[in-house]
């Protein structure tokens, strides 16, 4: 038990989410005038260090794995990485000039390297960003009498509600003594999960392209099996983790450059010379190219939110209702040459096709993608009956994150040139055969195509992303609070759509049931964003949102010290009278 004179809060996860919220608690208790000496704020992270979490963290990625977002799209608040790459510019190109070097490869002397807000620059030099807010801000918060403590390399194990607040039971890694605190707040800021267990597959195959070192160990074991003949590996997922793991398996070699920067060609060594990779997915497409920002005059998704474009059209809009819209706005931009229709139904023959009509043609993409980024950030998803959204979820998903989330140029032009050296191929496997990708113990067979063909590989990196179904999550942490009632998977109409039930839209406080009367409420201790919750992955899942979400959640604690300290003073006062 606590002191009730101090207020203790616990951030779970110091990745983006978590950073991004202990910055906003630290600005708003700043902004706030309290006397924040009786504050204490917790951290809990797996990992050694704060601030990157698993996309960002430069031990496990490479120089080429790159953001899927333009620098002025990507900070904690306002244009923040941008502001940190121009007050660190020296010292970067000093430090980590591969980091700079793989956006700006015609830079021959960096010293003379200028940040660009429309650049796409390596997740873990953001995850060095990162790093260094999250230090700052824990300057800041100290210098400012908010006591701090950090457990880091620890895994936490339990939680539940108790009289005096919410216990949180938790370990290091290297130890066998459990750690029990209590916490008036608690923030769930875990992030990503992979639910698939390595135990399921033999050594043939690889669960994540992550993190690298286990990747290049994988493949270098792949190679010692048979050091004369070709290694076909397929990469199960076509998506920015897709391309991370095909630029990883050609690490060794390297990419020509002409003048501007823009990829020719790709030489290959005499390890890469044997690789035939071939990429897999549904439909067969890697995620659309984006370059330059474009401003578009919106003429038919004129409003901010979704409830505005009801109101404007004066009914209730269904899933056909916006996909009509979409194709409205589409076509009336591009006179009439883009519709839903080739969003959904790509006009071409294969990915390489795809590949360099993109890069040929930005313009088209980004348009695509202002368009139904936009509807996106509506929130549209939240207000569809639950048959509309397991539709959107089985069906169409697919096609909004295909778009919603394009790839940088340079990575287009990287995979073209694998394309044309022999290295990449890449299949659609459809969306109607279930089982297209066979491992048995003695081969792995993919199947595709109409009519039937199939193909052997003597390996499989899965990258197709993750689940969102909360029975499939691994973390014990998450399992029991489910298990016990203190989170509750969201469900509509016996449709769950993935994710924890929140209070509300606009909130980010868990439901919970109430241990002693068995109703549902809002838990008084438990809040949490990112894709632990329901909808993200459906209308939040950009940068700009986890700020807004912190925000949200900084507020919220800050009020409940205001609230705690107006009852401190209530009961002071009531013992004057009685004194």
Known sequence: MHSKNIIRFCIVGTGFSGTAALVHLVKQLIASKLD????????????????????????????????????????????????????????????????????????????????????????????????????????????????????????????????????????????????????????????????????????????????????????????????????????????????????????????????????????????????????????????????????????YLTEETFFDLEQKQGKRLTLDDILLLIDKELKGASNGAIGWHDVAHPPFDSALEKLKYDASLPRDNALIHTVLLRVRRMKFYRYLNADEKQRYDSELDTHFIRTAVPIPLLNAQKLIALFEAGILSSCQLGYELKDAIKVTKTDIVVTYGQPQKQRRADGLILAAGQSFKLAHHPDNLVKSLIARGELRPHTEQNYQTGGIQ???????????????????????????????????QNERNFAAAFVEAAQSVAHDWVNHIYQHTTSQHSRTDQDKVHA
């Open 36 to 299: 924040c000496r009786h504050i204490e704020l917790v951290t809990i992270e797996q990992r050694k260090s704060n601030g990157p979490g698993h996309p960002y963290c430069n031990e496990e990625l490479l120089p080429t794995h790159l953001c899927n977002n333009q620098t002025y799209m990507m900070a904690l608040f306002d244009n923040d990485f941008y502001d940190w790459l121009c007050e660190q510019r020296m010292e970067l190109a000093k430090q980590v000039p591969d980091l700079i070097q793989v956006t700006h490869p015609d830079l021959e002397d960096l010293t003379l390297w200028q940040p660009d807000q429309d650049a796409f620059y390596p997740r873990a030099l953001f995850g060095r960003y990162l790093n260094a807010r999250f230090t700052q801000y824990c300057r800041v918060a100290q210098e400012n009498g908010i006591r701090l403590r950090h457990f880091n390399d620890c895994q936490v194990l339990d939680g539940q509600s108790t009289a005096a607040g919410f216990t949180l039971q938790f370990r290091p890694a290297a130890s066998l003594n459990t750690t029990s605190l209590v916490f008036d707040k608690v923030l769930l800021a875990t992030g990503h999960w992979n639910s698939i267990k390595q135990s399921q597959y033999d050594d043939r195959v690889l669960t994540s392209p992550y993190p690298y070192s286990r990747l290049n160990a994988w493949l270098t074991k792949q190679q010692q099996r048979d050091e004369k003949t070709a290694q076909h590996i397929c990469i199960k997922g076509m998506g920015p983790s897709g391309i991370d793991a095909i630029l990883s398996l050609v690490e060794s070699g390297q990419f020509s450059h002409n003048a501007q920067g823009d990829v020719t060609a790709f030489v290959a060594d005499e390890y890469t010379a044997k690789l035939k990779l071939c990429a897999l997915s549904r439909c067969g497409f890697f995620p659309a190219v984006r370059d330059k920002r474009i401003e578009h005059q919106f003429k």
């Open 502 to 536: 929140l209070q509300g839209h606009e909130s980010y406080c868990a439901m919970r049931i109430n241990p002693n009367t068995q109703q549902v409420e809002v838990s008084p201790y438990l809040s949490s964003f990112g894709v632990l919750t329901r909808y993200w």
